[in-house]
């Protein structure tokens, strides 16, 4: 590609004065602007923003660290683009990186895009890692040491609250376990995906709080964990709802008494749904079914499926608020000040006993 | 940020033994590179990507520009996970572009991510632009004008075929209503999403030409253009199900018989079963239903929805590989030889008269 060097040699002037031209800065005649910006376009010239970046010493851009695969979930995808319409409104580039759950992996990331001086780091956990608790701390290191705000979402840094965003997915999750236990349910059962992701444990965690509260036992024979089925590597076919569909089936083949289920989230309950009716239980006459995440699909299954929405665009919108006040040195209300809730969406799924 | 400078200060050691020693490079006796390795961590000194990429003329990265909202398509998501992983694999990073509809963006973001050394540059056109055979000469003549390959998702450059990689949407679309045409339905309606998309353009020209093969004139009032409702701004929310149940009672409202629909996406499908289940009329006994993509939720409904795979999962591969086979040079079997195909998958919402 062709360089300041070769410009100003083509338009016969000094590589200063080509400089002064191209940037717009400081002074030159209109001939020598026009034979300069010639020589440019006949040269294919463009400028080189390695260049300009080093001699700033920033990138001018904000970093952002995904799990891998991530988005497949709307969530994500909603995250991600909000921070583009944010960055691009602010003259900035993103540069994302994906990580896996292979220990340090996401250190490795955060320092990675400290090195490519990013302005900011916002990394979204995906909590499934073993070792969760030491990232929290080698994250809060990492932010005492560089100037580099990060800023974590779906994790709490207790020495950094100010760089985090969290969510109470225990109190979530309990919500509607409350609501059956509230309207005389008694025994509920919960069906969740693959434990391995702290999300999912926390909202275990939940229903297990709520029916403590109502002074009800756990029972192990009224939880199923489910496991993805792997399609051919095939990311656009996986199916939460047969995940829920198999889940459902093996909890019906525990003879164990139900009148509830919840799940760990919406697609879930689809599958189970299905489940039910094909050996004839009828929904909610014998089974009431809640789902969590309250995705817009659910309106249109017959009958239509309870669930739980999340604050999940609050969520989102201060997450990257947070990371932009860092950015311009601003303030912004705590986190923990705005009560942000999730709410129960009560459709055709749920009645009482 | 400490410089490599603060680091020779502290070891007492000149810059380029500092150099030296943080890359790895030359030789250094063992004690230097201890006292220079301690200086450095002191310091929290970080390597500058910055200056190492200006040294070497190449940002190691590949830049990838997508329509802003379009992460939300678990399609479009899919893509992005698969050059993540390529790319990661080759130890380059992604940085990311999200355009809108206005004029020239597109352009204007290739040439930033040329200005940016990025080595290769790939742009999935949403098709939604008036303009798109100018911003298709513009991208043939970048091509010719600069070594960095750029790879065109979801449109077609006449000079370079081997720069781009395409649906046929029309032909893909025309199958379900073919289907439908040979196993006795005459009357078959069409629902889409907007008409300002170049891609659901060409599905409804697959349709019509459909009709026309089978010597069926096209009657526009059979033809329903759904619109999306914004739900306070919040992407999160947006429901194509709830287009296709508005878009039905239309048709519905028409009083023009029909005994089939066929739609340009799934959740368009899920809403018009819904509508018509609502009404009292039986899917597939009086109306069959053709849904396009085939989510795997369709599974869930009763009944089930009938579909038509795309080849997702095979272009973004290949247009992921095409890619990366600029950046070495290599040779991949011409796109067209391929023969990369969609799929009709028939399940309880289709019914032959």
Known sequence: MATILDVSRRAGVAKSTVSRVLSGRGYTSDKTREVVLKAAQELNYRPNVLARNLALQTSNTIGLILPSGALVSRYLASLVDEIF???????????MKH????PGLAMESIYNLIDHRCEAVMYYNSSSFVNFDDTVAEIDAAIDSF???VVLLNGYLPKHPKHCVWYEHARFAAKPVEYLLEHGHRNIAYITGPL????VQERVKGYRQALEHHGID???????????KVLEDDTLSQDVSLMGYEACIELLGRGVNFSAICFANDYLAIGAQKALQERGIDVPDEV????????????YFSPSISSVVLPSTQLINYAVELCFAHLSHSELPDYDSLNFD???????????L
Chains 1, 2 share one sequence.
Do not use: H, M
């Open 85 to 95: 319409k944010k960055a691009q409104a602010a003259g900035k580039d993103v540069i």
């Open 99 to 102: 990580v896996d759950d292979r």
């Open 147 to 149: 100037s580099v705000p």
């Open 196 to 199: 391995n992701q702290r999300t």
């Open 218 to 228: 756990y029972n192990e024979q009224l939880f199923v964990e489910g496991s993805y």
């Open 288 to 299: 009431s079914l809640f789902g969590f995440d309250d995705t817009p699909v659910l309106n």
């Open 342 to 352: 999730s709410e129960l969406v009560l459709r055709g799924s749920v009645k009482a």
